[in-house]
């Protein structure tokens, strides 16, 4: 009965008076999305599939010639590839951390009953909604050593964050950490509010320890959201360029995402650039794979 309901138009509604059966009303939002997805997702993959095997040039009116594997055997055998990749896991790691550490503590301190509590949220969810390039130059001036306020608030009068090889990674990590903590603040904040209270009351009936309260209630029952959060923070971290891009230009910056810009649109490597891409890309999906796997785990304890 409740299927029949649901599966059949309302004879009174427009469609039914226009003759629309319910799979063309269906089709008619299907299809769109699809042809959209497939012009403007698909198609360009496979595209740029096909250019990896080739020593395509975009810069040049030569016709692409097919060079195998080349292209991937030349960037896997490349020294200045793999500082890209050490440079980008040390990125993320710094990242993602600070991102899980800040957000989670954030969240477990707005887990309460406080005065101005959405309104407090609120304001800590505006840096996750401001435009990276914003973000970036706001940062700029913040780390700038001659009146930046971050060297003043510290009284490191005026050091160089981000002319500094050895601080400039960092410099970008905190920034993206400041940007980004909101986000797992918000999924923490969801998964907190929904622990039963019940198991802290037992808790607290037993008297056990905020410790053990925090290590065997909290943490078990939230780490599955908090695994969803670092799983979206670490693709989009692999994949940063913004930020590394605006605030400096130090090698020691030079993540996999801007050696990839410089090689297709400053050298002109097409065919090159594309087959790092696919290395990119398929770095991301076994690094996702493998956080599934343990999200799985999680949830099946």
Same mark, same amino acid.
């Given at each position: 009965?409740?299927?029949?309901?649901?599966?059949?138009?309302?004879?009174?509604?427009?469609?039914?008076?226009?003759g629309?059966?319910?799979?063309?009303?269906?089709?008619l939002?299907?299809?769109?999305t699809?042809l959209?997805?497939i012009?403007?997702?698909?198609?360009?993959?496979?595209?740029s599939l096909?250019?990896s095997f080739t020593?395509?040039?975009?810069?040049t009116n030569?016709p692409a010639n097919f060079?195998?594997?080349?292209?991937?055997?030349?960037?896997?055998?490349?020294?200045f590839?793999?500082?890209?990749f050490?440079?980008?896991?040390?990125y993320v790691?710094?990242s993602v951390?600070?991102?899980?550490i800040?957000?989670?503590?954030v969240?477990?301190?707005?887990?309460r009953d406080i005065?101005?509590?959405g309104?407090?949220t609120t304001?800590?969810l505006?840096?996750?909604?401001?435009?990276?390039a914003v973000? $970036? !130059?706001?940062w700029?001036?913040?780390y700038d050593?001659s009146f930046?306020? =971050?060297?003043? %608030?510290?009284? +490191?009068? /005026? *050091?160089?964050?981000?002319a500094?090889p050895?601080?400039?990674?960092?410099?970008?990590?905190?920034?993206?950490?400041?940007?980004?903590?909101p986000?797992?603040?918000?999924?923490?904040?969801? $998964? !907190?509010s929904?622990?039963?209270?019940?198991?802290?009351?037992?808790?607290? =009936?037993?008297? %056990?320890?905020? +410790?053990? /309260? *925090?290590?065997?209630?909290?943490?078990?029952?939230?780490a599955?959201?908090l695994?969803?959060?670092i799983?979206?923070?670490?693709?989009?971290?692999?994949k940063?360029?913004?930020?590394?891009?605006?605030l400096t230009?130090q090698?020691?910056t030079?993540?996999?995402?801007?050696?990839?810009?410089k090689?297709a649109?400053?050298e002109?490597?097409?065919g090159?650039?594309?087959?790092?891409?696919?290395i990119?890309l398929i770095v991301v999906?076994a690094?996702?794979?493998?956080y599934?796997k343990?999200l799985?785990?999680?949830?099946?304890?």
């Amino acid at each position: 009965m409740a299927t029949d309901v649901i599966t059949r138009l309302d004879p009174a509604s427009r469609a039914a008076r226009r003759g629309l059966s319910d799979l063309t009303i269906r089709n008619l939002f299907i299809i769109p999305t699809i042809l959209f997805l497939i012009v403007f997702n698909i198609f360009p993959l496979l595209y740029s599939l096909g250019y990896s095997f080739t020593d395509f040039r975009a810069s040049t009116n030569a016709p692409a010639n097919f060079v195998g594997l080349q292209n991937y055997r030349e960037l896997l055998n490349d020294p200045f590839i793999w500082n890209n990749f050490v440079i980008t896991a040390k990125y993320v790691i710094v990242s993602v951390a600070g991102q899980v550490i800040v957000g989670f503590g954030v969240a477990m301190l707005l887990n309460r009953d406080i005065p101005y509590k959405g309104l407090i949220t609120t304001l800590l969810l505006l840096p996750m909604m401001l435009s990276m390039a914003v973000v $970036g !130059l706001f940062w700029k001036l913040l780390y700038d050593p001659s009146f930046g306020i =971050i060297n003043y %608030a510290l009284g +490191l009068g /005026t *050091f160089e964050w981000l002319a500094n090889p050895d601080m400039a990674l960092y410099a970008v990590a905190i920034t993206d950490i400041w940007m980004w903590s909101p986000f797992v603040m918000l999924l923490s904040l969801a $998964g !907190l509010s929904a622990v039963p209270k019940h198991l802290y009351e037992a808790a607290a =009936i037993d008297r %056990a320890g905020p +410790l053990y /309260t *925090f290590f065997r209630i909290t943490l078990p029952l939230v780490a599955p959201i908090l695994m969803i959060a670092i799983i979206f923070r670490t693709m989009e971290a692999f994949k940063t360029f913004d930020l590394a891009y605006i605030l400096t230009s130090q090698p020691t910056t030079e993540v996999l995402s801007i050696r990839l810009y410089k090689m297709a649109f400053q050298e002109w490597q097409t065919g090159r650039s594309c087959a790092l891409a696919y290395i990119m890309l398929i770095v991301v999906v076994a690094i996702t794979n493998i956080y599934v796997k343990y999200l799985n785990k999680v949830k099946e304890r």
